[in-house]
């Protein structure tokens, strides 16, 4: 079992960046795909980015590609979600998933683990 805890959240002004933070405890998850997900008020649950066991590949939301950037520190096991240039519509509680899949890590359903998640907000 692995607990997952995301900090890193905050209001920022659009165009600003937030730099959120996942991290694991309970075990190593250094062999999980880590994913993270957000869900605007009266919308359901999207998916925002996804980065593989090692780091090696990545996958991003068209809504987010060239503006938000995955990563992951195995031997500190963590993960992390940069993000730059952010729009008010960026706002939402966003989630830190990790899972054991690869194929079909854009969908939520293919994580066991999940945190409590982080609220960002973003004023215009």
């Known amino acids: 079992q692995v607990q997952l805890v995301e900090s890193g959240g905050g209001l920022a002004q659009a165009g600003g960046s937030l730099r959120l933070a996942c991290a694991a405890s309970g075990r190593t998850f250094s062999g999980n795909t880590v994913g993270w997900f957000r869900q605007a008020p009266g919308k359901e649950r999207e998916f925002v980015a996804t980065i593989n066991w090692n780091g090696s590949n990545t996958s991003y939301a068209d809504s987010v590609k060239g503006r938000f950037r995955i990563s992951r520190d195995n031997i500190k096991n963590w993960a992390s979600l940069q993000m730059n240039s952010l729009k008010p519509e960026d706002t939402a509680i966003y989630y830190c998933?990790?899972?054991?899949?690869?194929?079909?890590?854009?969908?939520?359903?293919?994580?066991?683990?999940w945190g409590q998640g982080t609220q960002v907000t973003v004023s215009s």
């Open positions: 998933a990790a899972g054991w899949h690869w194929s079909g890590a854009e969908r939520a359903d293919r994580y066991d683990y």
